[in-house]
């Protein structure tokens, strides 16, 4: 056993031995092996790391190369955009240096031309003088003695005047003026047809001038005299005569468009066909003077002082009369046969004024004094007379429909056979302020009184007196017509807002229907005889609609209130009935086509010569409940 130990020993020793020799070698051997392994792992890192390093030093010195040929390029463009600059400064210097010396000479030119021009002019001038003087010492001082000197003297001026320019035209005509050759009533020279264009004749007197049909437009007389002067025909479009002396002078057929009379004195100056249109009459002195068959429109009085003015035949559309006054208790202005329609005559004292035939549709007559003032077949529809003093006034056979005499005083006023259907009298006075309108008012013999509005608010249905029987004005078509038929399609009547409204029922094979009546007038024989009558036509209808009395088609226009209104003047004398035929056509139409309302009425006949006419006692085509 003890021997079997021992071997066992033997055994552990020998293989520890072995163990320690065979270390002892690996690790000589992996000694050896390693040292070059290290060597060799070293060397191919350092190798890399000097690789990486040159790469990166290489991509340094490119990136360093681009920036620096940017930096060049950027250099050499600003140095580029610098010459450019540099040279496009001296091109444009050299051009405005080249410009001015151009001007200059330019300038220098039109200077010696403009000199050679005007001594040229002062040259023809004075040749003209010579020669006109030649011919007054030939003929006596009078150049129009001799038909042959009369004619040269003529040719010369026509030729002359239009290129020497407005300061030598005026010395012209000084000359000739001087020399008696244009003086008025003393066989004046002709100078018609002449240019004075924007001559300036504000210097001196010129009483008793001719200047009959020359062309003075933009011309100047301010503050000059030119009484007893003569400008017959003459153009003075844009002319100046503001506080002018004008007395007794001619302007009969002038055309004097926007011309300016303000603060002139104008006694018994000549205004017969005349144009005057825009012109300034403001704060002008009137005395005496007709404007007849004149053409006013838009012309301004305001302010003017009148004495004894008279207006026949003159279209004095939107006209402004505002705060014009008349100067004496004897004078008064009348105007005849004139339009006024939208005239402005606020806060003016014109009492015991005439209208006669006139039309002032829609004019302005606030606060205006016009007691004992008489307008007869007057058209004053639309017309506005808030505040003003109508005292001992008289409207007769006249239109006042739709008219506005809100707080107006009406004492004695009469409205003898005249319409003031719609009128509106709130707090009007026609004897006490306070009381009832129909105390004190005289309403005798007036033609309706239908729907005005009466002093307390109260709304006025009135019978008219030339009726000889009831008329009913709330009432269905059928009971207050005297016929009424339906042509196919039917026209269908609808119940709304408590009125019957007539509608077309639309179709696409009937486009057209008639809703036609049969007006028996016959109670207004008598009016309508006297040649002094006219038909009035209000509805609240659709556009679109048509209405025809006989062959002829209505032309509606609004009012003051929701209905429009046509008339018909075409009345014969001995008319007792006529057809009234109201067309629903959708074939001029896309929309809907209604009649809400209509009503026929005996009015006033227009104006004589006038575009415009009047109302009356009306009848309907309506139902209310």
């Known amino acids: 056993m003890e021997r079997d130990t021992m071997t066992v020993l033997n055994q552990h020793t020998c293989c520890r031995k072995y163990c320690v020799f065979v270390c002892k070698k690996g690790v000589k051997v992996t000694s050896a092996l390693l040292i070059p392994l290290l060597l060799a792992i070293f060397t191919v890192v350092i190798t890399f790391e000097q690789k990486a390093d040159a790469d990166k030093q290489r991509f340094e010195d490119r990136e ?362 709130s707090g009007a006075c026609c004897y006490e302020c306070g009381k009832q309108c129909n105390s004190g008012c005289e309403w005798r013999n007036i033609l309706t009184r239908h729907n005005i509005i009466l002093c307390n608010g109260t709304i006025y249905r009135d019978n008219s007196i030339v009726r000889s029987h009831l008329i009913q004005y709330n009432t269905s078509v059928k009971n207050e017509w005297d016929e009424v038929s339906f042509f196919p399609p039917v026209v269908g009547r609808l119940y709304q807002n408590n009125s019957y409204i007539y509608v077309l029922k639309r179709s696409e094979q009937h486009l057209l229907s008639h809703l036609k009546a049969y007006v028996n007038i016959s109670c207004f024989r008598e009016f309508i005889q006297n040649g002094d009558a006219a038909i009035a036509v209000r509805a609240r209808m659709s556009s679109g609609m048509k209405v025809l009395i006989g062959d002829d088609t209505l032309q509606f226009h609004r009012t003051t209130s929701d209905l429009i209104q046509a008339k018909w003047n075409n009345l014969p004398l001995d008319k007792n009935r006529f057809d009234l035929d109201i067309v629903f056509d959708n074939t001029l139409t896309p929309t809907s086509l209604w009649l809400n309302y209509i009503e026929i009425g005996v009015v006033p006949r227009p104006p004589r010569k006038s575009s415009t006419s009047r109302k009356s006692a009306p009848m309907r085509l309506h139902s209310t409940s």
Not at 214 to 236: C, K, P, R
């Open 64 to 425: 360093l190369a681009q920036k620096q040929r940017q930096q060049d390029l950027n250099q050499s463009i600003l140095s580029r955009e610098n010459d450019r600059t540099i040279a496009d400064a001296k091109r444009l210097a050299d051009d405005l240096n080249a410009e001015k010396q151009r001007n200059m000479s330019r300038a220098l030119e039109e200077s010696r031309y403009k000199q050679e021009r005007q001594r040229y002019f002062d040259e023809l001038l004075i040749s003209y003088l010579n020669d006109i003087g030649q011919l007054l010492k030939e003929n006596n001082g009078s150049l129009t003695s001799n038909p042959a000197s009369a004619a040269l003297a003529r040719a010369k001026t026509l030729q002359i005047a239009p290129h020497i320019g407005p300061v030598r035209v005026a010395q012209l005509i000084h000359f000739l003026y001087d020399a008696g050759q244009l003086t008025r009533g003393k066989n004046p020279l002709d100078v018609s047809g002449t240019y004075f264009h924007g001559v300036d004749l504000s210097t001196s007197s010129l009483r008793h001038i001719s200047l009959v049909g020359a062309y003075m437009n933009n011309s100047s007389f301010t503050g000059q005299d030119v009484s007893e002067g003569d400008f017959h025909n003459t153009h003075l479009n844009g002319a100046d005569f503001s506080k002018a002396n004008c007395t007794n002078t001619s302007f009969s057929e002038a055309t004097m468009i926007d011309a300016n009379f303000s603060q002139a004195i104008l006694h018994l100056a000549t205004f017969s066909h005349v144009q005057l249109i825009r012109a300034n009459f403001s704060q002008a002195n009137f005395t005496n003077i007709m404007f007849e068959s004149a053409n006013m429109m838009e012309t301004d009085f305001s302010h003017t002082s009148l004495f004894s003015i008279k207006f026949s035949k003159v279209d004095l559309t939107k006209a402004k009369f505002n705060a014009a006054t008349i100067s004496s208790y004897y004078s008064h202005v009348s105007f005849f046969q004139s339009n006024m329609q939208h005239t402005n005559f606020s806060k003016s004292y014109i009492p015991r004024s005439r209208f006669v035939e006139c039309s002032l549709i829609g004019a302005d007559f606030r606060e205006v004094e016009l007691f004992r003032a008489y307008f007869e077949y007057c058209d004053i529809d639309n017309v506005n007379f808030t505040g003003s003093q109508l005292g001992s006034a008289t409207f007769n056979r006249s239109s006042l429909a739709f008219t506005a005499l809100i707080n107006t005083g009406l004492e004695e006023t009469m409205f003898p056979f005249s319409e003031l259907s719609y009128a509106n009298l």
